[in-house]
């Protein structure tokens, strides 16, 4: 299976930690992006790459969050002294840039819970 | 703001009944719009996409898109408890732009 893939699936930290997740996009998909999705609501959107560059994040993305994807293919996000309003699943997905099919495959996510 | 609103739900059928999901959103300026299942615990996997005003059927499941009221739905035919799941509905920006505006979903029940 060639999908996207996430790691690790699941991450318990104490409160003030740091955290990093990974994400690996289907191989030929050049844009990569970031949502967070707490119980009972749908993804929000964090931040998106397409190759190398980070070109759009959203306000939710505090100074605490960092991503990166420096070779234009996996992708990291990172949460600094977490918070445990931080606690969400962090979903990625990947797609090919073909306009309005813009269509978006997600990973499994990373469930992260902070103490 | 960019909205997408559902109804929460949930929403009860009985198998192999029809299943009417609906969705409205705010920006005039969508150009595509998605519907996206997620089993509890789970990643949303993606049924059906539209961006032309009509209907787009795919095998037991038909979007339809309404621009001039701003409105999507997706009917489920010949539902199956197998499709009770969380439908999530959401907005692609305008011509070209990248992320998803994702509504709260619809929690859907097929009752044996």
């Known amino acids: 299976d060639t999908g996207v893939s996430q790691n690790p699936r699941h991450k318990i930290t104490k409160r003030g930690q740091n955290v990093t997740f990974r994400c690996d996009p289907i191989s030929e998909h050049n844009r990569l992006y970031w949502y967070r999705q707490t119980l009972g609501q749908g993804p929000e959107f964090l931040t998106y790459f397409q190759n190398e560059a980070q070109l759009e994040k959203s306000r939710l993305l505090s100074d605490r969050f960092s991503a990166e994807r420096p070779k234009g293919s996996f992708s990291t996000l990172e949460i600094q002294r977490t918070e445990q309003g931080d606690s969400a699943m962090y979903l990625c997905?990947?797609?090919?840039?073909?306009?309005?099919?813009?269509?978006?495959?997600f990973g499994a996510g990373t469930r992260l819970s902070v103490l | 703001q960019k909205e997408v609103e559902q109804n929460s739900g949930p929403l009860s059928v009985p198998e192999g009944a029809i299943a009417s999901l609906n969705c409205t959103y705010s920006?005039?300026?969508?150009?595509?719009f998605f519907w996206y299942r997620q089993y509890s615990g789970k990643s949303p996997e993606l049924i059906m996409f539209i961006y032309s005003n009509g209907d787009k059927e795919d095998g037991r499941f038909t979007a339809q898109l309404n621009k001039a009221s701003q409105y999507v739905s997706l009917l489920i035919r010949d539902s199956q408890p197998s499709d009770s799941a969380t439908y999530l509905c959401?907005?692609?920006?305008?011509?070209?732009?990248?992320?998803?505006?994702f509504g709260t979903g619809t929690r859907l029940t097929v009752i044996p």
């Open positions: 997905a990947s797609s090919w840039d073909r306009g309005r099919q813009n269509i978006q495959y």
């Open positions: 920006d005039r300026g969508s150009q595509s």
């Open positions: 959401a907005a692609g920006g305008q011509t070209g732009a990248n992320n998803l505006f």
